[in-house]
């Protein structure tokens, strides 16, 4: 079978890759957050990075702990959060009343009202940003005042491993603070964000999620937060049209999250770079470039179709997804060094990101 190239216009990569054999299965890609009626709906809170969230040791939380246990320490930290559009689930990130969630569950909405499981009480909270290109967005809490907000630990996505008990915590269909226990099935899969663009690495896990988990914690057996549940592959559907689970969900890496919400914090949006071109693997010897978007900074620096990447600011690249991983950080403005091979021979081109579009080009665009 033929290997469809990645497209990367920007520094994410949107692939048909990974999808084709789901396609044809039948199954397909969705997000989470539950359509339902406000009445059979909830909000999340969440807390920003300016304020440290909660150490496992100062919230008493030892290794090996038990399902019940990381349940326990946890769930006061997760919250419903109901839009004029639907439900989905947010991680509390600090004491101030900072909450992050997923773009799509407060894409459109107007009005954020967010309700914890330890009261029957509605907090109404503010937009404080969104990142559609990675699914993100941080609310607000209009007011902490009688609240005692209890932040997650945020872990280290990079040590999750094949085989890792996690649990997913959220509020599916509306039942509040439900909680399933899994284990990563997958890493490095790809999500599409609201925008077009590709989420990479992301994780893959047979742990029960549904319509209305999105923005929710996936969480190892710590009770560390190590990703933000988004996505699931289905192959049936409610009568809303909303996705069910198959045991193929879907979370976004929490270290993406922590490298993009002091910029949501700060600034409301996300800067991500520009790159222009698209790519395919080719045996774990490089990414090849499959085509150049017209006027975008690779054309400008003179990178061709047929060009293989082999090095990124001098990180060897084995794949398409090293090219991801190693810009996936970077704004607009900045500075990449690619090492390339063309023909016979290799050359260093330094290409200047430019700002990512607000939506990825479609198909008639591409070259």
Same mark, same amino acid.
Request: charged share 15%.
């Given at each position: 079978?033929?290997?469809?190239?990645?497209?990367?216009?920007?520094?994410?990569? $949107?692939?048909?890759?990974?999808?084709?054999?789901?396609?044809?299965?039948?199954?397909?890609?969705?997000?989470?957050?539950?359509?339902?009626?406000?009445?059979?709906?909830?909000?999340?809170?969440?807390?920003?990075?300016?304020?440290?969230?909660?150490?496992?040791?100062?919230?008493?939380?030892?290794?090996?702990?038990?399902?019940?246990?990381?349940?326990?320490?946890?769930?006061?930290?997760?919250?419903?959060?109901?839009?004029? $559009?639907?439900?989905?689930?947010?991680?509390?990130?600090?004491?101030?009343?900072?909450?992050?969630?997923?773009?799509?569950?407060?894409?459109?909405?107007?009005? /954020?009202?967010?309700?914890?499981?330890?009261?029957?009480?509605?907090?109404?909270?503010?937009?404080?940003?969104?990142?559609?290109?990675?699914?993100?967005?941080?609310?607000?809490?209009?007011?902490?005042?009688?609240?005692?907000?209890?932040?997650?630990?945020?872990?280290?996505?990079?040590?999750?491993?094949?085989?890792?008990?996690?649990?997913?915590?959220?509020?599916?269909?509306?039942?509040?603070?439900?909680?399933?226990?899994?284990?990563?099935?997958?890493?490095?899969?790809?999500?599409?964000?609201?925008?077009?663009?590709? +989420?990479?690495?992301?994780?893959?896990?047979?742990?029960? +999620?549904?319509?209305?988990?999105?923005?929710?914690?996936?969480?190892?057996?710590?009770?560390?937060?190590?990703?933000?549940?988004?996505?699931?592959?289905?192959?049936?559907?409610?009568?809303?049209?909303?996705?069910?689970?198959?045991?193929?969900? /879907?979370? +976004?890496?929490?270290?993406?999250?922590?490298?993009?919400?002091?910029?949501?914090?700060?600034?409301?949006?996300?800067?991500?770079?520009?790159?222009?071109?698209?790519?395919?693997?080719?045996?774990?010897?490089?990414?090849?470039?499959?085509?150049?978007?017209?006027?975008?900074?690779?054309?400008?620096?003179?990178?061709?179709?047929?060009?293989?990447?082999?090095?990124?600011?001098?990180?060897?690249?084995?794949?398409?997804?090293?090219?991801?991983?190693?810009?996936?950080?970077?704004?607009?403005?900045?500075?990449?060094?690619?090492?390339?091979?063309?023909?016979?021979?290799?050359?260093?081109?330094?290409?200047?990101?430019?700002?990512?579009?607000?939506?990825?080009?479609?198909? $008639?665009?591409?070259?």
């Amino acid at each position: 079978m033929t290997r469809k190239p990645h497209r990367l216009f920007s520094l994410r990569l $949107s692939t048909f890759v990974a999808l084709l054999a789901i396609a044809a299965l039948g199954v397909g890609i969705v997000a989470l957050r539950d359509g339902g009626s406000a009445s059979n709906t909830d909000t999340d809170a969440t807390a920003s990075l300016n304020t440290p969230a909660a150490t496992p040791a100062a919230r008493n939380i030892s290794t090996n702990q038990t399902p019940e246990q990381v349940y326990s320490n946890t769930h006061t930290g997760v919250v419903k959060i109901t839009t004029d $559009s639907g439900l989905g689930t947010g991680i509390v990130l600090d004491t101030s009343g900072n909450i992050l969630t997923n773009d799509h569950v407060v894409e459109g909405a107007n009005r /954020f009202n967010v309700s914890f499981d330890s009261s029957n009480q509605t907090h109404s909270a503010k937009l404080v940003g969104t990142d559609p290109s990675d699914d993100l967005a941080v609310i607000k809490l209009d007011s902490t005042s009688g609240l005692n907000l209890t932040p997650l630990n945020l872990g280290d996505s990079d040590t999750v491993n094949v085989g890792d008990t996690v649990y997913a915590l959220g509020n599916p269909f509306g039942y509040t603070n439900s909680f399933s226990e899994g284990i990563v099935s997958g890493l490095n899969r790809t999500m599409t964000a609201p925008n077009g663009f590709t +989420i990479g690495h992301s994780i893959q896990t047979d742990a029960a +999620i549904n319509p209305g988990n999105s923005g929710g914690p996936l969480l190892n057996a710590n009770g560390d937060v190590v990703g933000i549940n988004a996505q699931i592959a289905s192959n049936g559907s409610t009568a809303g049209g909303e996705g069910q689970n198959n045991g193929v969900g /879907f979370a +976004i890496p929490i270290n993406t999250a922590k490298d993009v919400i002091p910029q949501i914090e700060k600034t409301g949006h996300v800067s991500h770079g520009y790159l222009g071109i698209a790519t395919a693997d080719i045996n774990g010897e490089g990414a090849k470039v499959a085509a150049v978007q017209a006027n975008s900074p690779a054309q400008q620096a003179g990178i061709q179709q047929g060009d293989v990447i082999k090095t990124v600011d001098g990180k060897a690249v084995t794949s398409s997804e090293d090219v991801v991983s190693a810009i996936s950080s970077k704004s607009s403005g900045t500075k990449i060094t690619l090492g390339l091979q063309r023909g016979g021979s290799t050359k260093d081109v330094t290409v200047t990101l430019a700002q990512q579009p607000s939506q990825a080009p479609t198909q $008639s665009q591409q070259p």
